[in-house]
């Protein structure tokens, strides 16, 4: 099979309703984290983030696409992660994702048929009534692997966002290779 057979086939999931989807909500640890938590010598907590994500990011961002960071961690790196991104909608310390992608989906009119969650862990399971899509990382919880809808091959924190951005843009008949405008990441 050629490489665009296989893409083909990749991007299935998004066909057909990828032009309906207008919010994308996505845990922070463990999906756009490889879930390590770091800490330096004073105490304070450190994550790593993946540049391409970022820019993944900003790719939907620039297609109108709403972004949502929903954690359980109430970490800082979360806050400075976003703002640096230009995501409007950070809920962190999230103790039920249900209750918070809900009223969310509420508050800026978005259905959930309209929205698709990245998840990682049991605690994002909670979405799946109120969520169209439920994608996975590879190295997600095995009950996650189980309920998802698509699964990356990259693992979370190592270009899983930016793998699910391409996938996404070319099943509504963008080159996720070509689209770029300077964007900072």
């Known amino acids: 099979m050629n490489l665009r ?3 083909s086939n990749r991007i299935y999931p998004f066909l057909g309703i990828s032009s309906e989807i207008k919010l994308i909500g996505v845990d922070v640890d463990g999906v756009l984290t ?20 970022g820019m993944g990011i900003k790719l939907l961002q620039q297609n109108r696409l709403e972004i949502a960071f929903i954690s359980g ?3 800082a790196s979360i806050n400075q992660r976003a703002n640096s991104l230009g995501i409007k909608h950070i809920l962190t ?5 249900f209750k918070a992608i809900s009223k969310l989906q509420e ?5 959930p048929s309209q929205t698709i969650f990245l998840g ?12 169209k899509l439920f994608l996975a990382p590879c190295d997600a919880h095995q009950a996650c692997l189980q309920n998802a809808n698509w699964i990356g091959t990259c693992k979370g924190g190592e270009g899983f966002f930016r793998e699910f951005t391409d996938l996404f843009l070319e099943s509504l008949g963008q080159d996720p290779h070509k689209l770029f405008t300077q964007v900072s990441i």
């Open 120 to 131: 990682d862990d049991i605690n994002d399971l909670i979405v799946l009534p109120v969520v």
């Open 34 to 53: 490889d879930g390590g938590v770091y800490f330096d010598n004073f105490g304070n907590q450190m994550k790593k983030f993946n540049s391409r994500d």
């Open 73 to 75: 961690s109430d970490s």
């Open 93 to 97: 310390g999230v103790t039920n994702k």
């Open 5 to 7: 057979n296989q893409t």
């Open 107 to 111: 508050q800026i009119g978005i259905t």
